[in-house]
């Protein structure tokens, strides 16, 4: 590709996927400055206006690039103090007060307006500015330096891997069955040895709860003889696969998804009752809460995953666009009633139109309770369990390693590797 037909495609990507390829093109800008600024002396400057000597803050581009990466990943950033460290410095270049070698000027140039840019803080430059001054950092021919970073942005997204979902029950052939209303079909599509999860919840809509109860017994691991136990299957079987299917507390309606696609079921009405397409978008989960219908899952586009969405209200969807969304790759862990709960390394954050970080804990998966006060997690040893209202966490210590959250009621079921599941009371 020539330079103009690289940029014609740059231009046409949407903002998001420019800000990545620019931040990419960023890496030749930050190691210009730090080659500039590899023996550590103070680099000073006088103030010819006011009289004053200043020290230039090396840190300043770095801290520009980590708030582009937290805003990449969907994290909250106040970018005004980084904007306004640059002030003065910036001021200092333009009334030739401070002096870089030209490289360095323009590899410190493009770092500040490419955060300009994406925090649209007045009067950010165009795209094609930034690239044009990284460009002229680099001791690269410029239509070399273009078609060696496209190719670079290309390759780096090419091997981002597939986000770690667990593969849903919900199949095809069982999809149609149950927009046809047609849940034995549906039963018989399932290929799975008659011992899933999927299939349990299916054979309760079908009104056989004993059966139902057994296959959940058996699909995981937990021990349904006993009273307790069996009484909690009895009550909240259906909380059992929130990543393909949903069941209104009366029973009456059930909601399923698969791909991009919401369909709302009617028992009474033998099939579909209202549908939604969520065009560009792979559905992850999905929830009845209020009487409204819930779903989350991952924006995409031809490269790839690059958002998290989640959406509800009654039972009158529509294709539209979403209430909701946070750019960056996640794993939706849960959905809650309009927030999320994502994979996280170190944190457990509930993921609303805010950040509200509940505390450390890795997140390998969670469960919220049905009015979303309750939050569970665990984070490859120890399930810890959230109590939103009063700030608390109760830790289960355990020998074993847990592999699946489930909340029903006032208690969450453990699953844990090896076959057997327990249950705990939220409130200990």
Not at 7 to 34: G, S
Not at 168 to 189: H, K, Q
Not at 190 to 203: F, M, N, T, W
Not at 337 to 347: G, K, L, Q
Request: net charge negative; glycine share 6%.
């Amino acid at each position: 590709m020539s330079r103009l037909e690289i940029m014609a495609a740059f231009t046409a990507l949407p903002k998001y996927r420019r800000c990545q390829a620019m931040r990419m093109a960023c890496r030749d800008a930050i190691e210009v400055w730090r080659r500039y600024r590899a023996d550590g002396k103070p680099l000073e400057y006088f103030d010819g206006v006011v009289g004053m000597h200043h020290a230039v803050d090396d840190t300043l581009p770095q801290r520009a690039l980590d708030d582009l990466d937290r805003w990449l990943r969907g994290e909250p950033v106040d970018p005004k103090p980084t904007d306004t460290a640059y002030a003065e410095p910036i001021v200092a270049m333009q009334d030739d007060d401070l002096d870089f070698p030209d490289e360095v000027e323009q590899a410190y140039y493009a770092i500040y307006n490419l955060h300009r840019i994406v925090f649209e803080i007045p009067i950010p430059p165009e795209d094609h500015v930034v690239l044009s001054q990284v460009a002229s950092a680099v001791d690269v021919e410029l239509d070399d330096w273009v078609r060696e970073w496209w190719t670079r942005v290309w390759d780096a997204w090419a091997s981002e891997p597939e986000l770690p979902y667990e593969p849903s029950p919900m199949t095809e052939p069982v999809f149609r069955a149950l927009c046809e209303g047609n849940v034995r079909a549906a039963i018989d599509a399932i290929s799975d040895g008659g011992q899933s999860c999927l299939r349990a919840v299916l054979l309760a809509i079908a009104g056989r709860r004993d059966a139902a109860i057994t296959i959940a017994g058996r699909a995981t691991g937990a021990d349904v003889s006993d009273p307790t136990v069996r009484r909690w299957f009895e009550d909240h079987i259906f909380a059992l696969v929130p990543e393909a299917i949903a069941v209104a507390p009366r029973m009456e309606t059930f909601a399923v998804i698969s791909n991009d696609r919401l369909e709302i079921c009617e028992l009474a009405a033998g099939g579909v009752a209202r549908t939604a397409t969520f065009p560009g978008r792979h559905l992850r989960q999905v929830r009845f809460c209020n009487e409204a219908v819930w779903v989350a899952g991952d924006r995409l586009d031809r490269i790839g995953v690059w958002a998290a969405f989640w959406d509800g209200g009654g039972l009158q969807p529509r294709s539209r666009e979403v209430r909701n969304e946070v750019h960056g790759r996640r794993v939706i862990a849960a959905l809650g009633p309009n927030w999320i709960i994502a994979r996280h390394e170190t944190d457990v954050v509930v993921i609303d139109s805010r950040w509200d970080p509940l505390g450390p804990a890795k997140v390998c998966d969670a469960a919220v309770s049905a009015d979303g006060r309750f939050i569970a997690t665990h984070d490859g040893a120890r399930v810890s369990i959230w109590d939103r209202d009063d700030g608390t966490v109760m830790v289960l210590e355990s020998e074993r390693t847990p592999r699946r959250l489930v909340i029903g009621g006032a208690q969450v079921l453990v699953l844990w590797a090896g076959g057997s599941a327990t249950l705990h009371d939220l409130t200990g």
